[in-house]
T-cell receptor, first 114, second 108 residues
Framework: NAGVTQTPKFQVLKTGQSMTLQCAQD?????MYWYRQDPGMGLRLIYY???????DKGEVPNGYNVSRLNKREFSLRLESAAPSQTSVYFC?????????????FGEGSWLTVV | RKEVEQDPGPFNVPEGATVAFNCTYS??????FFWYRQDCRKEPKLLMS???SGNEDGRFTAQLNRASQYISLLIRDSKLSDSATYLC?????????FGAGTRLTVKP
């Protein structure tokens, strides 16, 4: 079972370059998320999509855009990368349920902006 | 104040020790609670949910105190393989909020 798959795993960008992180899940989950994780800060929500066709800002959306292409795929775009965006990015998905259900993560994307 | 706060550690304990982690949360509307485990350079994975009555899974025991707004995780008979970062997670109407994690190292 693939679960949540995200690419690329590693990327080095120059300041001002753009790139898109891709994410796909095969668990038929409604909700998908993009988090960033920095030392001492924990996981912070960038954007989320509660269902196909909807996206919403999370805690730290500035400098990012997202696209929920279909139920399976949720991409994160950096239009003009900045060194402050150096981080580990995790895509995640779960069943849409206010009671809370297990959230499944991809393996992470290590991004360095120089 | 952070919504979910944990002691960052690190906790360095010998094999066989009992270790406890605490987590506090600020939003009284929080509905459900979890502990996740994250190994170095890996993604977080669910360790266990936390129920009001407390729950146990093998060597792991989770407790919830809604009045004081804290959650705990107790690990008994620590194994080398328990070395990881433990993340406290709080669900608020479907929005999962993560603590920064507590790092545990179990030594021989």
């Amino acid at each position: 079972n693939a679960g949540v798959t995200q690419t690329p795993k590693f990327q080095v960008l120059k300041t001002g370059q753009s790139m898109t992180l891709q994410c796909a899940q095969d668990m038929n989950h409604n909700s998908m998320y993009w988090y960033r994780q920095d030392p001492g800060m924990g996981l912070r929500l960038i954007y989320y999509s509660a269902s196909e066709g909807t996206t919403d800002k999370g805690e730290v959306p500035n400098g990012y855009n997202v696209s929920r292409l279909n139920k399976r795929e949720f991409s994160l775009r950096l239009e003009s990368a900045a060194p402050s965006q150096t981080s580990v990015y995790f895509c995640a998905s779960k069943v849409l349920d206010v009671a809370g259900n297990t959230i499944y993560f991809g393996e992470g994307s290590w991004l360095t902006v120089v | 104040r952070k919504e979910v706060e944990q002691d960052p550690g690190p906790f360095n304990v010998p094999e066989g020790a009992t270790v406890a982690f605490n987590c506090t949360y600020s939003n009284s509307a929080s509905q459900s609670f979890f502990w996740y485990r994250q190994d170095c350079r890996k993604e977080p994975k669910l360790l266990m949910s936390v129920y009001s009555s407390g729950n146990e899974d093998g060597r792991f025991t989770a407790q919830l105190n809604r009045a004081s707004q804290y959650i705990s995780l107790l690990i008994r008979d620590s194994k080398l393989s328990d070395s990881a970062t433990y993340l406290c997670v709080v669900n608020i109407s479907g929005d999962m909020r993560f603590g920064a994690g507590t790092r545990l190292t179990v030594k021989p």
